[in-house]
């Protein structure tokens, strides 16, 4: 099946730096990738589309220039999150589908803790 | 706008007594109703996709079935390993790709 790798798992950062999250499809292409919020208790909320080899699609209220998304290739896709503050301590959980109606994969989230 | 409603949050089960939850959506189309489980300190990892009102899938003790307001997850003779977060999401027809979800309803079984 789809395999969605994220990479960190875990991140502890100071207020002011930078962070990147990597998504990867393991097994398959994906022109489309998302990326996904959680807060505890709280349903997945969708940040942005990662397009390969454009522009990201952001969501209304999500910061375009604090959280910078690359889709380079079809297997890789990267979440920036920069000047990061303590308010951005957060799950953030990437996916990908393989083919257009099939369900999404998701990988298994980076849980970030700013200080 | 597109909004998913599960109940109940949380619900605690025996082992081996059966129970239902319960997905309500409103979409301006329906293209698809997807079941996820969710472990702690986890992504969600997929069970089910449904597409059209009488439909229903079955896995293990999982069932989910949909009508064209809501889903339900029938959950049969659980044991201590189902215990997770369910989560509901749908994907509206003629828009974005991406998924919207409900809160999920936190499952604990108890040996």
């Known amino acids: 099946g789809a395999v969605v790798s994220q990479h960190p798992s875990r991140v502890i950062c100071k207020s002011g730096t930078s962070v990147k999250i990597e998504c990867r499809s393991l097994?398959?292409?994906?022109?489309?990738m998302f990326w996904y919020r959680q807060f505890p208790k709280k349903s997945l909320m969708l940040m942005a589309t990662?397009?390969?080899?454009?522009?990201?699609?952001?969501e209304q209220g999500v910061e375009k220039d604090k959280f910078l998304i690359n889709h380079a290739s079809l297997t890789l896709s990267t979440l920036t999150v920069t000047s990061a503050h303590p308010e951005d301590s957060s799950f953030y959980i990437c996916?990908?589908?393989?083919?257009?109606?099939?369900?999404?994969?998701f990988g298994n989230g980076t849980r970030l803790t700013v200080t | 706008e597109d909004q998913v409603t599960q109940s109940p949050e949380a619900l605690r089960l025996q082992e081996g007594e059966s129970s239902s939850l319960n997905c309500s959506y409103t979409v301006s189309g329906l293209r698809g109703l997807f079941w996820y489980r969710q472990d702690p300190g986890k992504g969600p990892e997929f069970l089910f996709t449904?597409?059209?009102a009488g439909e229903e899938k079955e896995k293990e003790r999982l069932k989910a079935t949909l009508t064209k307001k809501e889903s339900f997850l029938h959950i049969t003779a659980p044991k201590p390993e189902d215990s997770a977060t369910y989560l509901c999401a749908v994907q509206a027809s003629g828009g974005a790709d991406g998924l919207t979800f409900g809160k999920g309803t936190h499952l604990i079984i108890q040996p």
């Open positions: 996916s990908a589908r393989d083919l257009r109606d099939s369900p999404l994969h």
């Open positions: 449904l597409y059209s």
């Open positions: 990662s397009n390969e080899g454009s522009k990201a699609t952001y």
């Open positions: 097994d398959f292409q994906a022109t489309t």
